[in-house]
């Protein structure tokens, strides 16, 4: 804003401010109170005033000046300082400068008896979450230790204590749930999530299809992505497929953000996605592995793992892709299997083990024999195999019926 | 550690002061009983003047023996101005210190006279209330001041510590002469606070009881008990706080100092040594003479404080106390000192003493004598109170005046003494008079006592004060604004608002500019001062219990003698000298004592050591290991005795100075005055260090900024232990206490120790404790580099190859640490340990995930990183031909790592292979693809042990045809099990073992 602005401008902004703010309380407009609140969203409005904040200086001699406006001196006092901070660029004075605002709002809005202020909060909550990231990389860049996002992820946790109770502000609590998901996903502190999720899942005041869409659409992809974390498969894919279900369809990059996990998920219980789902979210990365699951080609998922392992590293699917690789083996011996078959049904389910070796051979991969009795062991122990291995003729014998069952949504066993 | 240490010690200081503040009401008592005997002993001014060292401890002795009389040594120092209260407090201290630590003599006479006084003293009781009169009087203006100095001393100190803290604030109390004159503070404190007499009585009540009883007992054993136990105390507490000489040295810094400031205040006693720095006073020329000859007095205006107070903070608040004591006693000594620069205070005790059979009670007596007699010269003060508020306004600013005031009123009550008859009226006298010496040493001291001390406050408040001085990064700047404090309590104690106002909430008060209040300190006087705490700090070694012996031997002079005599030591260059040509008389005796003290001293110095050791809880860990402890502790001792024998050298010095920048800083900012002499001392310490950035900083901005981080900011470089241990072997022990320097090795040590382990045949445990004992030392004194990364690295391997994951894993976080920082190691083999580790033992995805996307290109490039990534898909595939074949050609120590997996690995494999494989499997294969190894060489490879081991997991097998061992598959199936592992672990703890736990966790 480098228009030039006079001191009586400033002052009247300012003291517009002023006004609005006491009158949207009085009136309960939680609508209006939101932009009010914001600074990332580093509207016109917002920088005007900062920056007749600058100008001005003394803006708390206005708010001491009427009775109206000092009884939320509180909340505005250090608003306008975060406000000054923000706007030249001091993210840390400006996070302090705020949090010290949202406590003093989160004082109010506790004694608000109905939830006019719910929309507002939620600013509060994101604003707070978003100036600590902020701030975080201007501790980090100065060579400090980022430490105001852990400080946001404990001051969410006070708004979730005031949203969860009995009383119409319930439903603001799952918002908070994902913005603190978000800061814990982010601070690697994923761990601090239990208490959250107990406290909804488990607490009575909380009927879950009461909170609103976008809510439990957030929610169920963290905890569908704990759940892979913890390669529970099955519940993974109930929560993401329920966030995927719910998941607004205008919004590609959220449902892309879904389809990064449950992809994975759906194939370590056996399901493959259409090529045409890959490549219309730009999962591309998965490719590769779907078309070596389908081939029963070891290589190629070796190489597309180590050809996106940072990704895959980073997005913790990593080893649930890595496991894949019994499915692929068992893809190949049932391709195996089927060549047998073809040449001479009758011995067809008695495979040497030499065969397998030879395959994985012109797939480059050097394994001696006792390594793939090995895997066939493993395969016939996860039950990808059904059928016995004779060690003395070093043939794997595999039953007539149904010799390479279906996972059909199931997960391996182990 | 270093952080570790200082907690440690800022607890054990805390647990110190607990036994003091028991012993503290007693000596309280005492003091307050003595005070009235003191006060009506107008004679007792002539004979003061003998001997100065005699003065101090007598001094010393006075206020512990009396108690009650203490109130006599206080209302003397009150008299000199307000910051006797302070000063008292000191003195009180002091002389306690003096007799329990150093001057055993004194403390037998003094616990003789206790005995005796007893009767005295409760009978005097009343006048202590008639004292609590004025004391009630101080206590308006006090009171605030007190809470102050109570707070800062809580915070640091524990509850004990109302008492004990505001004494041990004043730097009294670390001398442990806190006991008398703590309890005296506290009573006064409470009384002033209370403002009601009442109170005053009620506490005397309660003291009387704890003292008469704590005195009982001390007195009813031979006061060699006694002081034994008091040793012990000390002891205790100068391990707690470190310094392991600083008990020694805060008698002797005040026994130094008293002798100094004994000389210049000969002629007008108190009033001499307030005028000195006023030079209102009568004595004021005396004294500054005086002060010149022993450095002091030109110090004292201004430096007296400071000293006093630097003496507290560098000295971890016992050399402290033998500057505030010091500067008190400059105040307070500067009579008794001028009594003894006339003849030396042994003389004229010893002239006295003939009056008082006992020694100790005679000295003591005297020493109160002493006082009385130069208390008597405060009368005339009167101008110099006005002389003084300005000193003091200019110094301590205005907080110190309302102390002052209130000292003014102890002083008044010391005044008493004098006219004994009108403990009153003379206490306004007195507090005209005192004012300007108490001010100058006062104000500082009162600013930190009465502000600081008063136990009375809220520990809301404590807080507050200790942030308030946290932010003080200079002397200057404590003394501020611990102005700034009393300032602000006193008002909220006015207001009413003390208790029920939320301190913490209350913002702090932007910092002030130190640089304007203290420039007055002369930089000499403060060097002086600054020697003097760091001798004293040696000389807390010195007073043992051995001396006390002695000196009772001795006698009277013999005593005084004595006492001087260490204090000599500890001050022995400077103070030594200065005090030295003013006491000619008594030089003959100091001589003799010093050559006598030092040998003394060295074996109080190994006693101390010793003690120490206990104090910090070493013996206990010493006890629970079993070979050398004695060993060490006598090697440990020898280098205390050594340390103690280099109490001059640079080196000491350095580590006096830095133990007592320690104390500094864990006790916070309360003894502004005193950093404000340790500013001006010198160059390398953080005082001066602080006090330069400050005078650079100036701004108040820059104060506020830091005022924030303050605790951040602690500058650990000086904090630093910097070691002088020779020995390549040492047991290790935790640390509950500050390091010794002498018990910590420096890095060329610690070089040769680790090849010195690396290439001893001893177990795991023995190289375990040996590098553990390294790793301390090098976290003590920082030590970051390659040889740090070494010696973790070595400890890892050794862990590594006995299965201690426990220890690993200590290591191994550490590695990281250093790693990072750049330093070079075996990164790689490191990293690779670190995967195999999370792969093996913590199943973690999500750690597995982060150490796995940390690894860089060249890292996966590592053979030994390369060997734990496939480790990891073996292990995650569940391919147990490929583990045992990794496992068999591992590199380094991965081999070890997968050690502890193996059971597991092959408890899982078997399963599998029963489930997969029909009808049989030859036990020779199981035996070739499980890894197991013939033991010898009898071309079994393996197979009986594998049997064994498949017997022993509930394996069916048979024997076929051809008789071979075979596996029966489906029969193995259902009776597999995991045994309970009944192995010992290598190194000895089976709650380590990972396989125990391992295989716990697999059911």
Known sequence: MASYMSMGEAHRRITDYLNRFVDVISYQ???????????????????????????????????????????????????????????????????????????????????????????????????????????????????????????????????????????????GALYVTCQLFKVYFKLGTVHLCRSVIRSIETARIFDFEEFPVRDKVTYMYYTGRLEVLNENFPAADHKLSYALKHCDPQSEANIRMILKYLVPVKLSIGILPKKALLEKYTLVEYSDIVLAMKRGDLRLLRHALEEHEDRFLRSGVYLVLEKLELQVYQRLVKKIYIIQKQKDPSKAHQIKLEMIVKALKWLEMEMDLDEVECIMSILIYKNLVKGYFAHKSKVAVLSKQDPFPKLNGKPINS | MGFEGAYDDMMNQGGVTDTRTTLDPKSSLEHHTVDPSHAQNPSYYAPPSGSEPASWTSYNLDQHSDPRSVPQASAGTVSSSGATNIEYANYATYPNNDPYGYGNTNYSGYYSSYQQQPNQPYPQQQPSQTYGQPAGAYQSTGAPHQPISSFQNAGSYAGPTSYSTTYYNPGDYQ??????????????????????????????????AESNGAYNAQSAPATSVQYQQDYKQWADYYSQTEVTCAPGTENVASTSTSNLAAPPVLASGYSAPNSQQLSASTAPSSWRPESGLSELPSVQ????????????????????QNYTVSSTQSNFQKPLDLNPISGSFQNQQK??????????????????????????????PPPPQTAAPPFDSARVSNVQIPTNPRISSNLSASLPKNSNASVGVTKPAYIGVSLPKTNDNASSHAAADSSLKPGMLPKSLRGYVERALARCKDDRQMSACQDILKEVITKASTDGTLSTRDWDTEPLFPLPNVDLINDSTTPSSLIKNRRSPIRRTKSRWEPLPE?????????????????GG??????????????????????????????????????????????????????????????????????????????????????????????????????????????????????GNLYTRRASASVLANSNSLDDGAASRAVEDIDWDSLTVKGTCQEIEKRYLRLTSAPDPATVRPEEVLERALVFVQDSPKNYLYKCDQLKSIRQDLTVQRIHNELTVKVYETHARLAIEVGDLSE???????????????????????????????????????????????????????????????????????????????????????????DLYVEKMRYAAVKCMTRSYRPTLPVSYVAQVLGFQSTDEKNTSGLEECTEWLKAHGACLATDSSGEMMLDAKASMASLFMPEPDDAVAHGDASLAVNDFLTRSLS
């Open chain 1, 29 to 171: 407009d939680g609508t209006s109170l939101k932009p009010l609140l914001s600074l990332s969203s580093e509207s016109p409005s917002f920088l005007a005033l900062a920056d007749a904040l600058n100008l001005f200086q003394d803006a708390n001699r206005l708010i001491k000046q009427a009775d109206k406006y000092s009884q939320y001196a509180e909340i505005v006092a250090p608003l306008f300082r975060a406000m000054q901070s923000y706007r030249v660029g001091h993210l840390v004075e400006s996070y302090q400068a705020f949090e010290k605002s949202a406590n003093a709002f989160i004082q109010e809005f506790r004694n608000w008896e109905s939830a006019w202020a719910l929309e507002a909060l939620y600013v509060v909550v994101y604003e707070i979450r978003i100036l600590a990231e902020k701030a975080d990389r201007e501790l980090a860049s100065n060579g400090k230790t980022p430490e105001k996002l852990k400080a946001a992820g404990s001051f969410l946790m006070k708004v979730f204590g005031v949203l969860a109770g009995k009383g119409p502000k319930r439903v």
């Open chain 2, 175 to 208: 001398t442990s002469g806190g006991y008398p004159s703590a309890n005296y503070n506290n009573t006064q404190a409470n009384s002033w606070n209370q403002g009601s007499y009442a109170n005053y009585g009620h506490q005397y009540p309660n003291y009387t």
């Open chain 2, 301 to 320: 205006p201004s430096a007296p404080v400071n000293n006093v107070h630097e003496g507290y903070w560098k000295q971890g608040g016992q050399g402290f």
């Open chain 2, 351 to 380: 002239p006295e003493v003939p009056q008082q059979p006992y020694v100790p009670y005679a000295t003591s007596h005297q020493v109160a004598q002493t006082y009385h007699l130069s208390l008597p010269p405060p009368p005339p």
């Open chain 2, 547 to 563: 001396e006390k012996p002695v000196e009772k031997q001795l006698c009277y002079t013999p005593s005084n003698v004595k006492h």
């Open chain 2, 566 to 683: 260490p204090i000599y030591n500890n001050e022995r260059d400077k103070q030594v000298s200065t005090a030295r040509p003013e006491n000619k008389e008594n030089k003959f005796s100091n001589l003799k004592f010093y050559l006598g003290n030092q040998k003394e001293t060295n074996k109080a110095g190994l006693r101390p050591a010793k003690r120490q050791h206990v104090g910090d809880g070493r013996i206990g860990l010493n006890d629970g290991d079993s070979s050398s402890d004695s060993d060490k502790e006598q090697s440990l001792t020898a280098y205390y005795a050594g340390a103690i024998a280099l109490a001059d050298s640079p080196e000491e010095r350095k580590r006096r100075e830095s133990r007592s920048k320690r104390f500094e800083r864990n006790h916070g900012s309360r003894s502004a005055p005193n950093l404000t002499k340790t500013k001006s001392v010198g160059g």
């Open chain 2, 808 to 898: 690993y894993n200590q290591c191994q976080s550490q590695l990281q640490t250093l790693y990072a920082e750049g330093i070079k190691g075996q990164h790689m083999e490191f990293a690779a340990y670190n995967l195999l580790c999370v792969i093996l033992h913590s199943n973690n995805n999500r750690d597995l995930l982060s150490a796995m996307s940390r690894l860089s290109v060249e890292a996966r490039k590592d053979v030994g990183v390369k060997h734990a990534l496939a480790v990891r898909a073996a292990v995650t595939s569940g391919n147990y031909v490929l583990f045992f074949k990794l496992y068999k050609d591992a590199p380094n120590l991965n081999t070890c790592l997968m």
